[in-house]
């Protein structure tokens, strides 16, 4: 099969626009007459059931949480991108084009993230016009601070709680519809299954997770908003239960699954602090604004900090290394996340790490807060010279952008970052990887759609700060509203899809046997056992720096695991009852099976690029190395085992953009 | 450190339950609250018993999904969090611990220590929004200038993550600590005001609807709100009403 990206012709600004006019429509009373199936309720999934039920479609909207509202979105600190150039800083579609583009280490689609630049700047209209309140200055206007990787102010905010308030905003405008009767919420579901009828997806199996009956539902397009897969890792900034049960079922029928390797591993999460650890906390990218990054110089003032003898405040000024300033002086501490993990993960294994496990790094505000403080001082005529008053009142300005993360840390490692440098060490946080789409946002099964992170068009293989909600919602809001649009003007005669078909009979048969099988495996291990396991695996040989010895092992490793999953996992009580470590074990099955493509992509991707470095290619610098060889999207079909997944390529053509070398310094 | 826990266990909505011992070992101070319920709940499956059901998802106190009355107190003893952010350093070796649920009329228990919370979605739902539809021509965010200090108070209000904590911890069962917040968020902002009375109303009137009780002026809701959530919220909440029935 040859994959068609259906990329729009003519210029590459006019595509979108050219598009729109040309796509076939639906007609109100026509879109009254089909339904549509959306997983997920973050950005992207909640913002496409508000907007296709606006339009006038019957929505079901599915979510494992019990409200829409909990999807890890939430969880989105710094901020959202938009190409408005309000600050007058050379802005404009074309340069977040071009940063998105360069920053995803030239492994995206040219004109998918062109379209994602050119929507950008409605998303702030629109998030303002339903009640977003965006951090604003004196005057009245939208604030902006900036973000890693560029070099302009485009990045909107709402304190350090942004993914919150944009959430939110889908939420109510979900809710809107809910009370219209046009959206249909299922909470404390879970999909199991896609369900395939005549070639195109029309249906789920979810289970009901309070009662674990298994429901059937029909549409005339399923779209998954399901998120990434980056608790493959086990430890990572995702949330409990984020999973890539939906995305991996939608592989197994049928749809391809792009890049997996490509994984971003941030570069400032609180370290690790022991092994009954469940999850990782970032600290927004946004304190790189004002924070720096550094190790000591010296390896005696190394061992003595972790004796707990000397405090990192007592190191001076010149035994320390800032080593991103060092590196890349033009972008410094706001080199993008893959540049800036490796660099802790390279100062971190020469031994410079300043906690007892050696891995963490110091992000430090002291020279921010003495900033702030002495233009305080001299907007309010106060001394400049009293260093106690000068400290209060740059802590007050650093409390206000970001007491929220102040206070997160300081719950959580027990100092107070305003009087000691944080400790920060990478950690999974996002999936540039995903399930194909085209530029439609269909994967491989028609009519199955995939939007926000579940999707992998437009970071390539990094993402950068800010654009994950900006991607989530151009796809909700402004994307696929149009695309879904032209598919569904040839389901306008079709009627109401049956759910008592042979296909849903099938399926429901399926998810039932897996459910059995784990219930009454009665083997010796919990799922968390398993789940830990190939966290370890995954972290230690696909994590930030990967080469063909360990990738191989990983493999085979992961395979092992998953036989020895299927033997011996123990899954307490009943599978018609609410029973979390049930779902759980689901989740974690189909975790197991996408970790082996994952290292198997990995190992078949031989350059670096982004988050994908391989040791074996890199610059005498120790920089990423990419080969023209790979300009490509590796899509994988399913064939049985993972082993057996067939390899896919879509040439990635760059018309727009001059590919050179990704060059920070 | 060891401790014990008396944990709410309940079958089901419609089963009777009751408080249960359990006595946890090797309990490190960096654990969170939740991660030493994990650690007893390997346990429970060691045993072939069955492990407590709790929610919890984000762990790191933004999703609101945590839950939990903790001796007595709404996410535990520490303020201005939730249970996911407590860590057992707040506790001290030998400590008995209880554990409960939610308890209000409106938030029914599901299991153990889950409760069904989707009264606050219906309350939102009654008028929790502005109604724009997505268009992508909107006014341009900067056309309309808003304050300062009303954009930043509307945050304030906006950040309530819908936990139920405001509801748990009053002595009737009041939700005027979350519907106030909501409420604040649009009255503060121009967008807000065109659907300002309906709005206010119609959430009130859901809220009364599911049964929660009313506002006594306590300011337990305050105190134990993770998010710091202010009482003036509920005054203002009472102000947009008034003006509502006023017109």
């Known amino acids: 099969m040859a994959l068609d990206s259906k990329v729009p012709e003519g210029p590459i600004k006019d595509k979108w626009t050219n598009y729109k006019d040309k796509i076939n429509l639906v007609n109100p009373a026509n879109k009254r007459l089909i339904d549509v199936i959306i997983v997920g309720t973050g950005l992207a999934g909640g913002s496409a059931a508000a907007t296709l039920a606006e339009l006038g479609y019957n929505v079901k909207a599915f979510c494992f949480q019990d409200s829409p509202r909990r999807a890890h979105s939430i969880a989105a600190q710094g901020g959202i991108n938009a190409a408005k150039n309000y600050q007058g800083d050379g802005d404009s579609t074309y340069r977040l084009f071009y940063d998105t583009v360069k920053g995803g280490d030239y492994r995206s689609r040219e004109a998918n993230v062109y379209r994602l630049a050119e929507v950008s700047t409605s998303i702030i209209d629109q998030c303002v016009a339903q009640g977003v309140p965006f951090a604003r200055d004196y005057g009245g206007l939208l604030d902006n601070r900036s973000f890693g990787g560029v070099l302009v102010s485009r990045t909107f905010y709402a304190k350090g709680q942004t993914g919150q308030q944009l959430l939110l905003g889908a939420y109510s405008a979900m809710n809107r519809q809910i009370g219209r009767g046009k959206i249909k919420m299922y909470n404390r579901h879970e999909m199991l299954d896609v369900v395939i009828v005549d070639g195109k997806a029309r249906g789920i199996i979810a289970r009901n997770l309070v009662t674990g009956e298994i429901e059937r539902h029909s549409a005339h397009a399923v779209v998954l908003g399901t998120g990434g897969y980056g608790n493959a890792f086990y430890l990572s900034t995702y949330a409990m239960g984020s999973n890539v049960t939906a995305a991996w079922k939608a592989h197994k029928r049928g749809a391809f699954f792009a890049n997996p390797c490509f994984t971003q591993i941030h570069p400032t999460c609180i370290p690790v602090s022991g092994d009954h650890q469940s999850k990782l906390t970032l600290m927004s990218e946004s304190l790189r604004n004002d924070g720096r990054i550094w190790v000591p110089k010296h390896m005696e003032d190394v061992l003595a900090i972790r004796e707990g003898k000397l405090k990192p405040t007592e190191i001076p000024e010149e035994n320390r290394d800032y080593y991103l300033e060092r590196r890349y002086p033009a972008f410094g501490n706001l080199v993008p996340r893959d540049v800036a993990s490796r660099a802790a993960k390279e100062r971190c294994d020469a031994g410079y790490g300043v906690n007892k496990t050696g891995e963490a790094v110091y992000l430090d505000f002291a020279t921010a807060i003495e900033r702030y403080g002495k233009e305080q001082a001299y907007v309010k005529g106060l001394d400049e010279n009293d260093k106690a008053l000068i400290k209060k009142l740059g802590k007050d300005i650093i409390k206000a952008k970001y007491g929220n993360l102040f206070q997160m840390y300081e719950k959580i490692v027990d100092q107070n970052p305003y009087e000691t440098p944080m400790m920060i060490y990478p950690a999974a946080h996002y999936t540039m990887g995903g399930i194909w789409v085209d530029y439609n946002l269909m994967t491989t099964v028609p009519g199955l759609y995939a939007i926000g992170e579940a999707n992998f068009s437009d970071h390539g293989a990094n993402r950068l700060g800010a654009s994950a909600l900006m991607q989530g919602l151009a796809d909700g809001y402004f994307v696929l509203p149009y695309t879904i649009g032209d598919y569904l003007s040839h389901d306008i005669r079709t009627g109401p899809i049956p759910t008592n078909s042979k296909e849903f009979d099938d399926a429901e048969n399926q998810v039932k046997s897996n459910l059995d099988k784990l219930i009454n495996n009665n083997g010796t291990h919990s799922v968390d056992y398993f789940h830990k396991k190939l966290g370890k695996i995954m972290w230690n040989k696909c994590g930030m720096a990967r080469n063909a010895k360990e990738l191989k092992e990983a493999i085979s490793e992961i395979a092992e695991l998953r036989a020895e999953f299927w033997k011996d996992v123990k899954v307490p009580g009943i599978a018609n009852e609410y029973n979390e470590e049930l779902a759980k074990a689901g989740r974690v099955a189909d975790f197991l099976e996408l970790g082996e493509l994952f290292a198997k992509d990995a190992l078949q991707r031989e350059e670096s690029a982004g988050g994908h470095f391989r040791d074996e290619y890199q610059t005498p610098e120790g920089e990423a190395m990419r080969r023209k060889e790979f300009q490509y999207v590796s899509a994988w079909e399913y064939k049985g085992e993972p082993k057996d997944a067939v390899l896919h390529k879509e040439a990635l053509v760059y018309e727009n953009i001059e590919v050179k070398e990704r060059s920070y310094k | ?247």
Not at chain 2, 75 to 100: A, N, W
Not at chain 2, 149 to 175: E, F, H, L
Request: proline share 3%; hydrophobic share 40%; charged share 25%.
């Open chain 2, 1 to 247: 450190m060891k401790l014990t826990l008396k944990i709410w266990r309940q079958k089901s909505a419609n089963d009777k339950g009751n408080l249960v011992d359990y006595k946890v070992n090797d309990v490190s101070p960096d654990m969170s609250f939740l991660e030493m319920l994990d650690v007893l709940n390997q346990d429970l499956i060691d045993k072939n018993e069955e492990p407590i059901a709790f929610d919890h998802d984000c762990r790191e106190g933004i999703c609101g999904m945590c839950s939990m009355y903790i001796n007595g107190r709404a996410h535990g003893p520490d303020r201005s969090i939730t249970v996911c952010q407590l860590h057992m350093r707040s506790f001290k070796d030998g400590d008995t611990i209880y554990i409960e649920p939610w308890r209000a009329k409106a938030f029914p228990v599901i299991k153990d220590l889950i409760v069904d919370r989707s009264a606050f979605d219906r309350i939102q739902q009654a008028g929790g929004f502005i109604s724009v539809n997505t268009s992508g021509n909107t006014q341009d965010a900067n056309a309309t200038l808003i304050s300062k200090y009303a954009a930043d108070t509307a945050m304030d209000a906006a950040t309530c993550i819908g936990c139920g904590a405001c509801v748990a911890t009053c002595k009737n069962s009041s939700a005027m600590l979350f519907v106030g917040a909501k409420v604040s968020q649009y009255a503060l902002l121009p967008q807000g005001q065109i659907e300002a009375a309906e709005r206010v109303r119609n959430m009130v009137a859901q809220m009364d609807l599911e049964g929660f009780g009313n506002c006594t002026n306590t300011g337990a809701c305050e105190v134990e709100c993770p998010k710091g959530i202010s009482l003036e919220n509920i005054a203002r909440m009472n102000r947009e009403l008034m003006k509502a029935n006023i017109n």
